[in-house]
C-alpha cells in the first residue's frame, strides 16, 4: 500500500501508473477520502480540546447556575464527539479499501506494456540445445520413462493434478535439496512453512482471497486460504513486529507447497507440469533497509541464475513489463528456461522470477524497523524462487533428453539424486 500523502501530492503520476499496469483503482477517490480524514480528524481534535477546557472549568465552577450551563454544553460535546468519531473511522475504514486497490509505484526502468512480448531481454545464459533426433516434450517424457502420472493425478484429484513416481521422486527431492544447500551458503534461513494462511495475511502481502479473479483456495467457512507461494506465509511471520536497524537484512528461504486454482489457464504453453494446481517450491524473502533493496534485488536475481547455471539450463532473463508487475511489485525480473517441448520448435518459459516491493508490504503488514534517528520506518521486502519445482522438472526433462529416450540427470543433482540417467523400462 502507497502512503495516503504520496497519492495525493502525486496524483498524475499515481494515474498513469495504475494506466500503465491495465489494473482498475480510484485514485481521485483515495485523494478526496484522505482530504476528508485530514479535516475530519482536525474538527474531532477540536472538538477534544473543547470537552477538556469544559472539564477543566468544570473544576473551578462551584455555583449551580454556571456549573448548568457547562453540564449541557458537556453533552452537547460528548454527543459531537461520539458522530465525529463514528464518521472518521467509516472514512477512514473507505479510505484503506480504496488504496489497497491502488499498485505499488513501478520502477522507472520497467518497460510500458501488457504482454510477455512487451518484456525486456537483458541477457541469456547457456547454449539453446541442438537435436539430432525429434524432442518429445516433457509430458511423453514422463509417460515414456513412468515418472509422471498425469491421468491418475486427474482420476484422483482432477485436471492440473499429477503423480510423481520412480525416478520423479527422487529428481523432485533432489531438486528441493540442491536448492536448500545453495541458498543456505548465501546465507539464507531455511524454513519449512505452513500451506495455511489467515485472509488478512494474504491481503497484507497483496494477494486476494476472495472474488473470481483470485488465483487463491480459500477454505470454507474459514478465514484462511492455501497458499500460492510461501512469499505469504514468510512475510507474514514478521508482521506487526519493530525490528532493529541491526538485524536487517533478514534472508528467508521458505520451503512449501503451493495451491493455485489456475482460472482460465489452459493451451499448450500450460500443459503438463507447466501450470498446475499443486506444486513444491523454495522461496527465497528478504526483508531489508529501503537504501539496500535495488541492490538486493540484483543479488537475488544473480543467486537465480547461479542455481540455473550449475544445472546446466539454458536461459534468458527478462525485465517484466508494468502490466504483468503484479500490484506489490516495484520491479520484477523473470527468469525463463529454454523449454524444447514448449510449442513447434521449443520456447522460452518462466522458471523462477524475484520482485522488489519497496514497502508496499511492509505498509500493509505493519513490518518496521528503528532507525538511528529513533524513528520507525517501514522495510523494504523482496522475494525470489530459488526452486518451482514443477517448472524445473520440465527444463531438465526436455533439454537433457537422449537420442534413445533417456534422460540424463545435470551433474549438480547426481549426488542428490543417487543416479545419473533416467531409462525407460529399467
Not at 541442438?130 to 502420472?149: M, N, Q, S, Y
Not at 520412480?166 to 551458503?185: C, H, P, S, T
Not at 514448449?342 to 522488489?356: F, I, K
Request: hydrophobic share 35%; proline share 4%; charged share 30%.
Amino acid at each position: 500500500m502507497l502512503d495516503y500523502r504520496f497519492i495525493a501530492e502525486n496524483l498524475e503520476a499515481i494515474k498513469k501508473n495504475i494506466a500503465d499496469r491495465h489494473m482498475k483503482a480510484d485514485a481521485e477517490a483515495v485523494a478526496a477520502l484522505y482530504a476528508k480524514r485530514t479535516k475530519l480528524s482536525t474538527n474531532l481534535q477540536a472538538l477534544q480540546q473543547q470537552r477538556n477546557a469544559n472539564a477543566a472549568a468544570m473544576k473551578g465552577k462551584m455555583e449551580a447556575i454556571g456549573r448548568e450551563a457547562l453540564i449541557e454544553e458537556g453533552k452537547k460535546l460528548k454527543d459531537s464527539i461520539a458522530e465525529a468519531e463514528a464518521e472518521l473511522l467509516e472514512t477512514e475504514a473507505e479510505l484503506e479499501k480504496e488504496a489497497r486497490k491502488i499498485p505499488n509505484m513501478a520502477h522507472p526502468d520497467a518497460p510500458v506494456g501488457r504482454e510477455d512480448s512487451d518484456n525486456r531481454e537483458l541477457r541469456q545464459v547457456g547454449k539453446v540445445p541442438a537435436f539430432d533426433f525429434t524432442p518429445l516434450d516433457h509430458v511423453e517424457l514422463g509417460r515414456k520413462l513412468d515418472i509422471i502420472d498425469f491421468d491418475s493425478g486427474t482420476k484422483v484429484s482432477g485436471t492440473k493434478f499429477y503423480y510423481l513416481k520412480n525416478e520423479g521422486v527422487f529428481l523432485e527431492l533432489g531438486l528441493i535439496r540442491y536448492a536448500l544447500d545453495f541458498v543456505q551458503k548465501k546465507g539464507f534461513t531455511p524454513y519449512i512453512t505452513p500451506d495455511i494462511a489467515k485472509t488478512e495475511i494474504l491481503e497484507g502481502i497483496g494477494f486476494s482471497p476472495r472474488g473470481e479473479e483470485s488465483n487463491i483456495y480459500a477454505l470454507e467457512g474459514e478465514e484462511t486460504c492455501l497458499i500460492g507461494t510461501s512469499e505469504i506465509t514468510l512475510g507474514g511471520y514478521y508482521s506487526n513486529m519493530i525490528l532493529p536497524k541491526d538485524a536487517l537484512p533478514v534472508r528467508m528461504a521458505g520451503l512449501s507447497h503451493c495451491y493455485r486454482r489456475e482460472a482460465g489457464a489452459a493451451g499448450q504453453f500450460s500443459k503438463g507440469l507447466y501450470r498446475v494446481h499443486q506444486f513444491t517450491k523454495l522461496e527465497m524473502f528478504v526483508l531489508c533497509l529501503p537504501e539496500d533493496s535495488e541492490n538486493m534485488h540484483e543479488e537475488i536475481c544473480s543467486i537465480e541464475e547461479e542455481i540455473f547455471k550449475n544445472l546446466e539450463i539454458p536461459f534468458r532473463v527478462v525485465d517484466t513489463c508494468t502490466g504483468d508487475l503484479g500490484a506489490p511489485a516495484y520491479r520484477k525480473y523473470d527468469l525463463e528456461a529454454w523449454m524444447p517441448g514448449r510449442g513447434e520448435a521449443g520456447d522460452w518459459g518462466e522458471v523462477t522470477s524475484t520482485s522488489n516491493c519497496t514497502d508496499y508490504q511492509a505498509r500493509r503488514l505493519n513490518t518496521r524497523f528503528k532507525d538511528s534517528d529513533g524513528k520507525n520506518k517501514f522495510v523494504h521486502m523482496l522475494n525470489g524462487t530459488a526452486i518451482a519445482v514443477s517448472r524445473a522438472l520440465v527444463a531438465i526433462l526436455e533439454n537433457f533428453q537422449q537420442s534413445d529416450g533417456s534422460v540424463r540427470i545435470p551433474k549438480a543433482l547426481v549426488s542428490y539424486c543417487g543416479f545419473d540417467i533416467i531409462k525407460a523400462g529399467r
